[in-house]
């Protein structure tokens, strides 16, 4: 158990590019979820998967947001045509499902922090 | 929606002093209860939780208690150590949902 791994850690962008996060879950951590963290505050929920399947969406996911996780393992977070107020730490955080019964319990990445210049 | 308010925001105490941090929720639908630390530049780590079943739960130095009828819950920390100093958040959940929400956060700093 290695545990949540995000990458890049650190993405500096201009405003109107394009980025993309990448998110690897605890093994056979079958729920996968991404917050949002601006300075100050605590983490805000944007969306979650249960294996492949996107579950639910934040009103804070616009459609410049759209994330995947094609294989119901990593899952990627893509931000199009970034604004300044998109700038924040970007958290993902996975939940076991052991013997079918789903866990509470979220375990979080250290996050990428996003700077959009 | 849930609504969850956290106080204090700062909170300074000595070594081996206690430390309490109070929450507020507002949906009495939700029934599930952790606290996470964040120490700068990583993600929360979660440090305790409590079930709506259970009025209080204890973990070497750290508490939790919760009342149900207040719609209130409360980290105790005692015996304070300078490792505890970081930015604890108080959260809450209807696992009949899956949207964690959070409280502001309490910085705590603990002085040597």
Redesign the interface.
Known sequence: DTGVSQNPRHKITKRGQNVTFRCDPISEHNRLYWYRQTLGQGPEFLTYFQNEAQLEKSRLLSDRFSAERPKGSFSTLEIQRTEQGDSAMYLCASSSNRDKVWSEKLFFGSGTQLSVL | GEN?E?HPSTLSVQEGDSAVIKCTYSDSASN?F?W?KQEL??????II?IRSNVGEKKDQRIAVTLNKTAKHFSLHITETQPEDSAVY?C?A?N?G?????????TRLLVSP
């Open positions: 969850v956290q599930y952790p996470y530049g990583k993600g929360p780590q979660l939780d958040f959260a959940l696992t949902f899956q949207k964690l929400v959070f409280g502001t956060g």
